[in-house]
């Protein structure tokens, strides 16, 4: 059994999809943190899930954009440590918009031909969960 | 800023105010022909356009403004990798409102976020065309004295036709319209107008094929052209561009008041035959085109200044 230590401050993200935990990493820009030491834990067993993923960060609290993980999967449980105790298990929302994490894939967008612009996209139906691209419109999911 | 976009970016109340204005426009144009001294309209048009980069200059010229701009992107700083937020920050210095089409879709919201005056999108790509639709709901109300209560038939390529679009998701916001929409199966509306649209808003729509059947319920007609650069391959265009010919024959069958619309330009959809019949009202449509866009420049020009004022 691999045995991790427990973090003084930071997050522990819970119930990440088997095989997601390294997109989320770096979504997160979790890479861009000074200092902060990572456990990324993969295949874990899980009742729930049968496999699952896990983030452990030890940063400061506020270092993370969570609007960026409840895009990626609202289902994920975060917990937030602070004393080496949960201080508070936070639930994700849609957020109602994305910047530059995904790309549209419009070729007649003029994201295609002007890079400098960020990739801006909009929920336009929380029902459906569906994101569009804020300058052509052009549907992500 | 107000700029505009897409034709939902006015409320119905807001519709209303600038279709009364361009009807005093249209009535008593004597009134406005100093309306936009001193100001200047600037058309930045990334690609050719004949139509409506004419009527957007001659709306500015009849309210007594200036014109400037480029007509390709051959001819602007575009062909010299210039992007569009820095020619709007330039452009917004040398005029007092741009109207600006351009092939990537999206553009001129880009530019609308980095300019410090009005914006208007004429055009880009497939996505919007609002000045289209203004034009439209214009006529429509113009002739017809309302925008409620009509039957409005879509015919032609109702896949790939931006105006088609852009017009059902303005005309849903009035009451009682239905839509007959007339295409080949393979060029009917894409299923986030029928769905997201049609379906969501409870419109009674019907989706036909044949134009004859459907003219005796029409109060309005508006036929559209089947693009060719909207397809991959030329034998597709070939088999669906003269799918729908309207002909005095098929006339017979309609209304007496009904109207038929186009955005222009016909290639063969509407036979000339047609013309000289008084419920052509394609070319009458152009007309109210520049009276419509006279009202915007107007009501957009009035907006920067008390932004400015304020």
Redesign the interface.
Known sequence: MLNISGIHEGYVLDHIKAGMSLQIYHDLKIDELDHCTTAIIMNAKSNKMGYKDIIKVECPIDSLDLDILGFIDHNITVNIIKGDAIVEKRSLHLPKEVKNVIKCK?P???????Q??DQIFVLT?PEEEVYR???????YR | MRHLMSPMDFTVEELDALMDRAEDIKNHPENYNHACEGKTLATCFYEPSTRTRLSFEAAMINLGGDVLGFASADSSSAAKGESVSDTIRVISSYADICAMRHPKEGAPLVASSRSKIPVINAGDGGHQHPTQTLTDLFTIRSLRGTLDGLTIGLCGDLKFGRTVHSLINALVRYNNIKFILISPPELRVPSYIREDVLCKNNIPFEEVKSLEDAMPSLDILYMTRVQRERFFNEEDYLRMKDFYILDKEKMELAKKDMMVLHPLPRVNEISVEVDDDPRAMYFTQAQYGVYIRMALILTLLEAAKEDKDA
């Open positions: 419009n007649r967008c003029i994201t295609s031909i002007e400098e612009l139906d691209c804020k300058y052509c419109e052009e549907k």
